[in-house]
């Protein structure tokens, strides 16, 4: 996932043609860098004595992955990106994030699910014919990092009070 | 730069400024520093809304600014349901023994999470683009969570992590839908999202729409209409009650709002009856989910949550209907409910202090044990259903004949069926609520009930005004200036 921004930040420092647009790349590279590092610590300071049982076998949910991922990009007409191969990479990245928080019932997937889509959007930002607005990047970081640091602090919680990150466990109220 | 600019900028930083401070300062002066800094804002926000409202043919539109007569109504509403909330929380940190935090930082994380989420609704309404919009309603969510979390049970823990997951996977939707239009706006890029730049837009009807339906279903998701409403009864159910009330009677609407503003830029390109089919078929779909759950026999809160349900449903019709007399039923609806709703919320604390059950059961005979306490919950529950004199029976009238003005007579007769079998919900809820039968309770007094009485009763005076004022509302200049919007 950190690899993944870190590519488009890339991707964006080639494409750069102003400072605004370096600052947006900036705003990019910042938020995978301390996403990864409170991950990183999160997984750290909440060691699992035994892993998180996926609720979908990996095949199953590869297999929806990519049927959603077709089904977007079948649904959704052109988008008006500069690359039509950048739009169904776009599409692709966002079915696969909103399947992996989905079907995934680590809490930490769920977040991760979060972040691809996110960096799905950052892609689509790029590849805007007429660019993004630096300011409304910068935004969309600084929202991405406040939402992920309430996200830690749930985890830990979560983790203090159930013994374990499974999603399961949060599932006593219905009606 | 004008004076309601001015105004404007003044009202978002003092809540933002008062957290900050709140964050710092010593716990001893926290609940009086948080009572003295909620005055500003408020008064901030009514005068905003009154200029608004006086003058609602005269509009503020700039890039980043807008100050017109729908923003007015929700920044009325927020400023006194934010000034409430701060009012009424002392009780229920006084009750409430778990935390999220440290007890020692309780209070302070408290009321300064509250005045942010605070902020950052305060300016939803007066934000001129698309893009800033999506960011603010971004924001609520760290900071909202955070509250919905903040008791630290399990069940609490469960809904905030819920509201988190799903509203922020919602907004990434909405993002796509977002960034889809951005592609196609002549002006360029995501800064030239401007609410009036977005009728100029470009790229084809098809992929407006496309676009359209993305940014609604994500702002669904963050408004609770169904189907996409899972996290709502959850996390109303189990925030702080000062905190449910802000999030059902401010943020819900809010988001409302920028779904309005969204259809009302984008019905040039996509086409107008198009627009409004989508908001009728969310709307239903709400009414028709919640009904429901209103003849259930339902924990206070959840029961409260699941009317949120059913009237952002409502509201999401009135604005489908377009016509004068349901613009006129929506502007009404949206405050008789923030009204309704916020005391509804309100009584739970002293509620769930008479009888600590109530959290996870429904209750009866309340009025038996504590007159006072079920007269404000009575209030609440008849303002809520529609039974008359409530403002909300006149909203929920006008809405309906809109429908049929509008030229959607299905529509609107499904609206009065689902409104109709909602009542008979809610009315046998507060029968059973206020005077049903009644355990043996302990008596002896109960934290906040003088706070939730005084609350009632000028509830019942605004509710009375608003009655009585929404014979003058159609055909006014605000029901023209709301048809109109930002263009």
Redesign the interface.
């Given at each position: 996932m950190t690899a993944q921004a870190l590519l488009l930040v890339g991707f964006a420092l080639q494409k750069a043609e102003s400072s605004g647009d370096i600052l947006a790349a900036g705003a990019l590279a910042l938020r995978a860098l301390v996403l990864a590092g409170l991950f990183f610590l999160l997984v750290s300071r909440t060691r699992s004595v035994r892993p998180v049982r996926a609720r979908v076998a990996p095949l199953a949910r590869a297999g929806i992955a990519l049927a959603l991922a077709l089904a977007l990009t079948w649904?959704?007409?052109?988008?008006?990106?500069d690359s039509r191969d950048a739009e169904r990479g776009?599409l692709a990245l966002?079915a696969f994030?909103?399947a992996t928080?989905a079907l995934r019932r680590a809490?930490l997937f769920?977040?991760i699910?979060?972040v691809l889509?996110?960096n799905?959007?950052a892609l689509?930002?790029l590849q805007?014919?007429?660019?993004?607005?630096v300011?409304?990047?910068l935004?969309?970081a600084l929202?991405l990092i406040?939402?992920a640091?309430?996200?830690v602090?749930?985890y830990e919680?979560?983790f203090a009070?159930?013994g374990t990150a499974d999603?399961a466990t949060?599932?006593?109220?219905r009606? | 730069m004008t004076s309601r600019e001015l105004l404007a900028l003044a009202l978002i930083a003092l809540p933002a400024l008062a957290a900050l401070l709140l964050l710092v300062a010593p716990s001893g002066v926290v609940p009086g520093l948080a009572r003295l800094a909620a005055l500003p804002p408020a008064a901030l926000a009514l005068t905003l809304s009154a200029l608004a409202l006086t003058a609602p043919s005269e509009p503020l539109i700039g890039d980043w600014l807008v100050l017109d007569a729908a923003g007015g109504l929700l920044l009325g509403v927020i400023g006194l349901v934010g000034l409430a909330s701060v009012l009424v929380s002392p009780a229920y940190l006084a009750t409430s023994s778990t935390s999220l935090v440290s007890p020692e930082r309780r209070q302070g994380i408290y009321y300064a999470t509250l005045y942010l989420f605070w902020a950052i609704l305060l300016a939803v309404p007066l934000v001129g683009n698309l893009g800033a919009a999506w960011l603010l309603v971004e924001a609520t969510t760290a900071a909202s969570a955070l509250l919905v979390g903040f008791g630290g049970t399990p069940r609490a823990l469960e809904a905030g992590w819920k509201y988190l997951v799903l509203t922020t996977l919602g907004l990434g939707v909405a993002l796509l839908g977002i960034v889809m239009l951005a592609a196609g706006i002549p002006a360029g890029g995501l800064g030239g999202l401007t609410w009036h730049e977005l009728s100029t837009y470009s790229g084809g009807s098809e992929t407006a729409l496309g676009a359209y339906l993305l940014l609604l279903a994500g702002l669904a998701a963050k408004i609770g209409l169904a189907p996409v409403h899972n996290w709502l009864p959850d996390a109303h159910s189990e925030a702080p009650p000062p905190v449910s009330a802000l999030l059902s009677a401010a943020l819900l609407p809010a988001v409302l709002l920028v779904a309005w503003r969204c259809q009302q830029a984008l019905a040039p390109v996509v086409g107008e009856q198009t627009t409004q089919t989508v908001l009728i078929a969310f709307g239903l779909g709400s009414l028709a989910v919640a009904v429901p759950f209103l003849w259930r026999s339902l924990p206070w809160k959840r029961l409260l949550a699941y009317s949120s349900l059913e009237h952002m449903g409502v509201i999401a019709l009135g604005i489908g209907f377009g016509s004068p007399l349901a613009l006129a039923g929506v502007a009404i609806h949206i405050v008789a409910h923030a009204v309704a709703k916020a005391l509804g919320f309100y009584a739970a604390t002293p509620l769930l202090g008479h009888e600590p059950q109530a959290g996870e059961h429904p209750v009866t005979g309340i009025a038996r044990s504590k007159p006072l306490l079920g007269a404000s919950m009575g209030i609440s529950l008849a303002a809520l259903s529609g039974l008359p004199p409530s403002p909300l029976f006149v909203s929920e009238v006008l809405i309906v004949a809109g429908g049929f003005e509008a030229g959607h007579p299905w529509a609107a007769s499904a609206t009065a069926l689902l409104v109709a079998l909602g009542f008979l919900g809610l009315a046998h809820a507060l029968i059973e609520t206020t005077v049903g039968d009644s355990p043996p309770r302990e008596p002896g007094r109960v934290a906040g009930l003088r706070g939730v009485t005084a609350v009632a009763c000028i509830s019942v005076v605004l509710m009375l005004i608003l009655a009585a004022s929404a014979v003058m509302l159609p055909g006014s200049e605000l029901v023209d200036a709301l048809r109109r919007g930002l263009s």
């Amino acid at each position: 996932m950190t690899a993944q921004a870190l590519l488009l930040v890339g991707f964006a420092l080639q494409k750069a043609e102003s400072s605004g647009d370096i600052l947006a790349a900036g705003a990019l590279a910042l938020r995978a860098l301390v996403l990864a590092g409170l991950f990183f610590l999160l997984v750290s300071r909440t060691r699992s004595v035994r892993p998180v049982r996926a609720r979908v076998a990996p095949l199953a949910r590869a297999g929806i992955a990519l049927a959603l991922a077709l089904a977007l990009t079948w649904l959704v007409p052109v988008i008006g990106l500069d690359s039509r191969d950048a739009e169904r990479g776009v599409l692709a990245l966002v079915a696969f994030g909103i399947a992996t928080a989905a079907l995934r019932r680590a809490t930490l997937f769920q977040v991760i699910g979060i972040v691809l889509v996110e960096n799905a959007l950052a892609l689509a930002a790029l590849q805007l014919p007429s660019g993004g607005a630096v300011a409304i990047e910068l935004g969309v970081a600084l929202d991405l990092i406040l939402v992920a640091l309430v996200a830690v602090v749930f985890y830990e919680r979560i983790f203090a009070e159930f013994g374990t990150a499974d999603s399961a466990t949060l599932r006593t109220l219905r009606d | 730069m004008t004076s309601r600019e001015l105004l404007a900028l003044a009202l978002i930083a003092l809540p933002a400024l008062a957290a900050l401070l709140l964050l710092v300062a010593p716990s001893g002066v926290v609940p009086g520093l948080a009572r003295l800094a909620a005055l500003p804002p408020a008064a901030l926000a009514l005068t905003l809304s009154a200029l608004a409202l006086t003058a609602p043919s005269e509009p503020l539109i700039g890039d980043w600014l807008v100050l017109d007569a729908a923003g007015g109504l929700l920044l009325g509403v927020i400023g006194l349901v934010g000034l409430a909330s701060v009012l009424v929380s002392p009780a229920y940190l006084a009750t409430s023994s778990t935390s999220l935090v440290s007890p020692e930082r309780r209070q302070g994380i408290y009321y300064a999470t509250l005045y942010l989420f605070w902020a950052i609704l305060l300016a939803v309404p007066l934000v001129g683009n698309l893009g800033a919009a999506w960011l603010l309603v971004e924001a609520t969510t760290a900071a909202s969570a955070l509250l919905v979390g903040f008791g630290g049970t399990p069940r609490a823990l469960e809904a905030g992590w819920k509201y988190l997951v799903l509203t922020t996977l919602g907004l990434g939707v909405a993002l796509l839908g977002i960034v889809m239009l951005a592609a196609g706006i002549p002006a360029g890029g995501l800064g030239g999202l401007t609410w009036h730049e977005l009728s100029t837009y470009s790229g084809g009807s098809e992929t407006a729409l496309g676009a359209y339906l993305l940014l609604l279903a994500g702002l669904a998701a963050k408004i609770g209409l169904a189907p996409v409403h899972n996290w709502l009864p959850d996390a109303h159910s189990e925030a702080p009650p000062p905190v449910s009330a802000l999030l059902s009677a401010a943020l819900l609407p809010a988001v409302l709002l920028v779904a309005w503003r969204c259809q009302q830029a984008l019905a040039p390109v996509v086409g107008e009856q198009t627009t409004q089919t989508v908001l009728i078929a969310f709307g239903l779909g709400s009414l028709a989910v919640a009904v429901p759950f209103l003849w259930r026999s339902l924990p206070w809160k959840r029961l409260l949550a699941y009317s949120s349900l059913e009237h952002m449903g409502v509201i999401a019709l009135g604005i489908g209907f377009g016509s004068p007399l349901a613009l006129a039923g929506v502007a009404i609806h949206i405050v008789a409910h923030a009204v309704a709703k916020a005391l509804g919320f309100y009584a739970a604390t002293p509620l769930l202090g008479h009888e600590p059950q109530a959290g996870e059961h429904p209750v009866t005979g309340i009025a038996r044990s504590k007159p006072l306490l079920g007269a404000s919950m009575g209030i609440s529950l008849a303002a809520l259903s529609g039974l008359p004199p409530s403002p909300l029976f006149v909203s929920e009238v006008l809405i309906v004949a809109g429908g049929f003005e509008a030229g959607h007579p299905w529509a609107a007769s499904a609206t009065a069926l689902l409104v109709a079998l909602g009542f008979l919900g809610l009315a046998h809820a507060l029968i059973e609520t206020t005077v049903g039968d009644s355990p043996p309770r302990e008596p002896g007094r109960v934290a906040g009930l003088r706070g939730v009485t005084a609350v009632a009763c000028i509830s019942v005076v605004l509710m009375l005004i608003l009655a009585a004022s929404a014979v003058m509302l159609p055909g006014s200049e605000l029901v023209d200036a709301l048809r109109r919007g930002l263009s």
